[in-house]
């Protein structure tokens, strides 16, 4: 080595050195699958973040970690994926979800990121989709998000490098030859997109792309602000636009839902009243699961509070039917224990007037007595009480008086069971009047929903058309 080279060697050194450090805080968003976690680990140098190609996202929390790159400590956190709903299928639902984790990330970074590293795939189509992603950060962070503090970049490097090696082409050619969204948010992004390898062990490659990347720091338009928890806050009109937005796309979602709800209670009075415990529960427990579901987070508009109310109203109904249908069906079930207690009473009587009547038929006559009794005095054996039905003669006087207690007691029977039969007719009666309660209570629900329900569509019709013109 020369003495010029090394004096070129050493003036770099002690360029880099005597430079002061600068801090670097950097979020890291993206769709699941397009590289957002293997992009972490590039800029750290090494994995920390659980990595994988596929549409479910490995990251399900919010982490970061540091690295020392030249003069530059770079604080890089790792967001779960914009597509990553942790098993929720619908957007609405996934949608809120993602606007609190994003919400979280600015918390735990109280000091600010300096960039948003927004990560795509290289050999994605930019679809709507991921048109629709951008637009829903920027009603999260703010309209000038993308412009002042977004950086792109395009994973998948050593796939592009393959395509347009033999072409000639560049990552910047390629670039300028993108139209329509893609072209929009470059323009927007003021052309601030770096191709990333994250699987090359290339040295010249790793440090060019982490040279790009720095370099798009230090050009932002915020010239070394970071986006903080104020400009996090300045976005709070959007982002309140943003979750009525999508509550009322999950009103109108869980609208079916309810529809089918109505449709139980309409016929649950069809059921017989022992059949209708089981689906009062079922749709306590729809009603419950609804609301529940409706009630994650904060419901602050008068659309959200109304359906909520809606709901609430609703299910006081259903639980009010069942109680009374439930102390009216206690007390029939009471009645007819009462009512079979004094049938079987007046049975056994019954019962006792048919043993009476046999034994009567079953006497000896006056004349056949005295029969016996002259052939007992000629000497004969046979006695007369050794006939048949002889013996109850003898018991005939305590059986008159058994008889005036059984017609007694057959008449005070016959008066209970009247009675109950006439209150189980009234408790008939009441079923029919609280089921018509119901019926009208379910109505005015009905019309409730009917009346909520065109509200919502000509919500959601406006909002289509805003987006159409």
Same mark, same amino acid.
């Given at each position: 080595m020369d003495q010029k080279q090394f004096a070129r060697l050493l003036s770099k050194y002690q360029e880099s050195t005597s430079r002061p450090v600068r801090q670097v805080d950097l979020l890291v968003v993206g769709k699941t699958g397009h590289g957002k976690s293997s992009?972490?680990?590039?800029?750290?140098?090494r994995e920390v973040f659980e990595a994988s190609s596929s549409t479910t996202s490995i990251t399900s929390v919010i982490a970061y970690e540091v690295v020392k790159y030249n003069n530059y400590v770079i604080k890089v956190m790792d967001t779960p994926g914009l597509a990553d709903t942790s098993g929720i299928h619908k957007p609405a639902e996934a949608t809120l979800l993602i606007m609190?984790?994003?919400?979280?990330?600015?918390?735990?970074?109280?000091?600010?990121?300096?960039?948003?590293?927004?990560?795509?795939k290289y050999g994605t189509r930019f679809t709507e989709e991921e048109?629709?992603?951008?637009?829903?950060?920027?009603?999260?962070f703010g309209e000038?998000?993308?412009?002042?503090?977004?950086i792109i970049i395009m994973t998948a490097g050593d796939v592009f490098r393959k395509e347009y090696k033999e072409k000639g082409k560049s990552f910047k050619q390629w670039r300028n030859e993108q139209t329509g969204s893609f072209q929009e948010l470059r323009n927007e992004c003021k052309d601030r997109i770096v191709l990333f390898d994250n699987f090359t062990e290339d040295s010249k490659i790793q440090n060019k792309q982490m040279a790009k990347l720095l370099k798009c720091v230090e050009t932002l338009k915020s010239k070394g602000q970071r986006y903080t928890d104020k400009h996090f806050q300045r976005a709070r009109e959007s982002r309140d636009r943003l979750r009525l937005e999508t509550k009322i796309g999950l009103i109108d979602i869980e609208m079916g839902d309810v529809s089918l709800i109505l449709q139980e209670c309409e016929n649950i009075t069809k059921y017989e009243?022992?059949?209708?415990?089981?689906?009062?529960?079922?749709?306590?427990?729809?009603?419950?699961?609804?609301?529940?579901?409706?009630? *994650? /987070?904060? #419901?602050?508009?008068?659309? =959200?509070?109304?359906?909520?109310?809606? @709901?609430?109203? &609703?299910k006081k109904?259903?639980?009010?039917?069942?109680?009374?249908?439930?102390?009216?069906?206690?007390?029939?079930?009471?009645?007819?224990?009462?009512?079979?207690?004094?049938?079987?009473?007046l049975a056994d009587i019954l019962n006792a007037f048919a043993e009476e009547e046999n034994v009567n038929r079953?006497?000896?006559?006056?004349?056949?007595?005295?029969?016996?009794?002259?052939?007992?005095? *000629? /000497?004969? #054996?046979?006695?007369?009480? =050794?006939?048949?039905?002889?013996?109850? @003669?003898?018991? &005939?006087?305590?059986?008159?008086?058994?008889?005036?207690?059984?017609?007694?007691?057959?008449?005070?029977?016959?008066?209970?069971?009247?009675?109950?039969?006439?209150?189980?007719?009234?408790?008939?009666?009441?079923?029919?009047?609280?089921?018509?309660?119901?019926?009208?209570?379910?109505?005015?629900?009905?019309?409730?929903?009917?009346?909520?329900?065109?509200?919502f569509d000509n919500i959601?019709?406006?909002?289509?058309?805003?987006?159409?013109f």
């Open positions: 992009t972490a680990n590039t800029i750290l140098g609190e984790q994003m919400k979280n990330a600015v918390i735990l970074n109280p000091v600010g990121y300096h960039a948003f590293v927004l990560v795509f048109f629709e992603c951008v637009k829903m950060l920027k009603q999260i000038s998000f993308v412009r002042e503090f977004c009243i022992d059949d209708r415990k089981e689906k009062f529960n079922h749709i306590l427990t729809d009603c419950g699961n609804l609301i529940q579901r409706f009630s *994650k /987070g904060k #419901n602050e508009s008068a659309v =959200e509070k109304d359906f909520l109310q809606f @709901l609430s109203d &609703l109904s259903v639980v009010s039917f069942s109680l009374n249908v439930a102390d009216v069906l206690d007390k029939i079930k009471d009645n007819d224990r009462k009512l079979r207690l004094e049938s079987k009473r079953h006497l000896p006559s006056t004349k056949l007595k005295s029969t016996f009794q002259a052939n007992a005095e *000629k /000497g004969n #054996n046979l006695m007369w009480q =050794e006939l048949p039905g002889a013996t109850q @003669l003898q018991n &005939l006087k305590p059986k008159t008086k058994s008889l005036k207690d059984q017609i007694v007691q057959e008449f005070q029977a016959e008066i209970v069971i009247k009675k109950l039969v006439l209150i189980d007719a009234q408790f008939k009666k009441l079923i029919s009047t609280v089921d018509s309660d119901f019926h009208r209570a379910l109505c005015k629900h009905k019309q409730t929903y009917k009346s909520t329900k065109t509200r959601i019709q406006t909002k289509c058309i805003c987006r159409i």
